[in-house]
């Protein structure tokens, strides 16, 4: 499958999790904006992958970013960051979403485990309630977080960064 081919609807999503499903194949789902995708984003994803079969990335859209990141952000329109986030060989599906939370992606595609990375933990997660009521877990992956898009942002932004 190519790279843009993995970006999907939720709906186009929900029907291959149908066949997974009926396959024995277990789905993690990872959300974030990927904003400037850097290394800890790769190990997040990565670690994900490892937790399941298949790796669903839902990826906040520009709109859900400046609500939750402030009006400068994102640095990356949303299509283009699907597509990275789609071209890592750890991805198997992409989701654009609006909303503030994946709760309703949630909802859908009902994954065998929510995977945040490691400024949460499994009980803090906050979707983790609509996971664990319907028999999901939560996880955790990823390297601590020594790398952040609004570090490396600044970084990139000081005339004295070379």
């Given at each position: 499958?190519?790279t843009l081919e993995?970006?999907q609807s939720l709906?186009q999503?929900a ?5 997974w499903?009926q396959?024995?194949r277990?789905v993690?789902?990872?959300?974030g ?15 994900a992958?490892e937790?399941?079969?298949v ?5 906040n859209?520009d709109a ?16 283009e960051?699907?597509e990275l ?11 654009v ?6 709760r ?17 933990t499994p ?11 319907y028999?999901g ?7 601590p977080k020594?790398h952040?898009?609004?570090e490396?942002?600044r970084r ?5 960064a070379?």
């Amino acid at each position: 499958m190519s790279t843009l081919e993995k970006i999907q609807s939720l709906k186009q999503v929900a029907e291959a999790r149908v066949r997974w499903k009926q396959e024995g194949r277990t789905v993690a789902l990872a959300n974030g904006v990927f904003d400037l995708l850097h290394v800890g984003h790769v190990r997040y994803l990565e670690g994900a992958r490892e937790l399941a079969d298949v790796l669903v990335v839902a990826v906040n859209s520009d709109a859900s970013t400046r609500a939750y990141k402030g009006p400068g952000r994102p640095h990356i329109p949303e299509n283009e960051r699907a597509e990275l986030v789609a071209a890592l060989a750890c991805t198997d599906r992409v989701i654009v979403f609006d909303e503030p939370n994946v709760r309703g992606i949630i909802r859908v595609l009902r994954p065998d485990v929510h995977v945040k990375g490691t400024d949460y933990t499994p009980d803090s997660i906050p979707e983790g309630d609509e996971v664990r009521a319907y028999g999901g877990r939560t996880a955790v992956s990823g390297d601590p977080k020594n790398h952040s898009t609004t570090e490396l942002a600044r970084r990139l932004g000081r005339e004295d960064a070379k």
